[in-house]
DNA sequence: ATGATATATATCGTGCACGATATAATCGTT
DNA sequence: AACGATTATATCGTGCACGATATATATCAT
């Protein structure tokens, strides 16, 4: 006998047992609960996080916006053309630095604010959480992602 | 004045708090770690997924998948379809049912099991949790999801 | 047997995500 | 001043994800 633990390795690679595909589904089930609330503020899932960032601190650049996000300019790019179709942040060159882009709210932008403001709580109530208990997971989820980054860079 | 707490509003809809982009970020950061150690292996991340189904079971309807994976079949059809052209699986008209797919593995797909069985080790020494850590982490985001797919569907 | 309904998969269009590459502006060194 | 290197953003191609719709098979009521 070559191997003595075949069940070792069915283990490890039992769909159900993975961390990896329980943060992919949950990521998968949490942006399908924010889709129809996102509907009815006309945007995705991805332009809404953008909207968190710039409601946050208004006017900065493409690479800060990435930085924040940890997406490339290759997804935030077409992603903030549609942002500014839609009306709701404008894209400007820095004039001392003609390089970046600087991204602003309009003021339609700034006053999709208040009614994105009752989605968290909302989600907040469907995921049947305690406070304490999302404030856990979201540290450990936090921790490991940034320990997977710091991993993945070297 | 009219709200006596903008502070919370602040709070809740910073960045950092949200639960959703812990997920969402974390998800991304997983994604990245396995991608160069998928690339060895020909897949991608969400064919990966479908082979751990395969590999537990053979031979199953396209809608299985899905019900497992927690994806819709037009996520799946092309999905299905390149693993094919790669040579990993075959899909066939159940005889029965001639509605249903059925999805199996070549020897080839079975074959790439023991290469695969290697990954979930190596992502859970890039990720510095123990295991129990990894255990309650898998156990709350499960719990997690399932109770978010359980109000989405009301 | 036949038509209505349900089931299983596929197709189409849009948007996200990313590797690779391109383009243009800035900076540093000489 | 000039040139190479760096920085910031954009473009292109591929694959995933999903809503809406289509198609074909199966089932059920009559």
Redesign the pocket.
Known sequence: METAEPDLSAELLALDNQLCFAV?SAN?AI??MY?PLLDRLGV????Y?VLLVLWERDSV????I?ER??????????????LETLGLVD?QR?P???????VSLTDKGRNLRGEAARLPERVFAASGCSVPEVQELRGALVALRDRLRARSGE
């Open positions: 992919y998968h942006t399908r889709k995705t899932y991805p332009q996080l650049r493409v690479g800060e990435g996000l940890m997406l490339e300019t290759n997804t935030l790019t077409p992603l903030l053309k549609r894209r820095s001392q630095d003609e390089r970046r882009v600087i």
